[in-house]
């Protein structure tokens, strides 16, 4: 399982500014993250996964089938219905505990939004519009004892993150996912 120690070795190698913080109690998801530290809950992202299945139909009468990540300030969830319009997609669902352990290496409730391979990571635009990019974010290690704290800049630059608009206003469809690649 990736946890604490892959994250903070993968942000060494890149020499990204950061700080793995040991929480005063357990946690058994990412949403207890404002409580633990302190904080509000803009400065304390979760990471839903969600199975994306594209419009186009494969043999079998099935569109193509992916994982996406979302990063959202804790507490707050992921409209399914606005997901599909964002992304331009057929459907959203959010993923099963299995998929997404299966796919991450993290335990479901404390995924991180770093090292997730293929997956696409998209983080909601109030997020990055309540916050100054210098701003400090604290984010799941996969384990329940702690947390990373990053800046929103850095975050969003190595995990690629394309900030998308989760409000449901006629703008959303902004990102899509076509063959191998984002456009």
């Known amino acids: 399982m990736k946890d604490a120690l892959a994250i903070h070795r993968m942000l060494l190698e890149r020499e990204t500014l950061h700080e793995i913080v040991r929480l005063p109690q357990l946690i058994a998801n990412a949403d ?3 409580k633990a530290l302190g904080l509000p809950p803009e400065r304390c ?24 990540a979302v990063a959202v300030a804790a507490q707050a969830q992921v409209p399914a219905d606005v997901l599909r319009g964002a992304l331009g997609v057929r459907s959203v669902k959010p993923a099963s505990a299995d998929a997404i352990n299966n796919a991450t290496d993290y335990a479901a409730e404390l995924v991180a939004p770093l090292l997730l391979g293929d997956i696409p990571v998209f983080i909601d635009r109030r997020v990055v519009d309540s916050l100054d990019l210098d ?11 702690t947390a990373l704290g990053i800046r929103i800049l850095d975050l969003m630059a190595i995990c690629h993150a394309k900030p998308i608009d989760l409000t449901g206003s006629p703008v959303t469809r902004t990102w899509r996912r076509a063959g191998s690649g984002l456009r």
């Open 32 to 34: 207890e993250l404002p």
């Open 45 to 68: 992202l979760a990471t839903r996964v969600h199975l994306v299945t594209t419009g186009g139909l494969l043999p079998g009468g099935r569109g193509s089938r992916y994982l996406t």
């Open 135 to 145: 701003e400090v974010v604290y984010t799941a290690t996969g384990e329940p004892s």
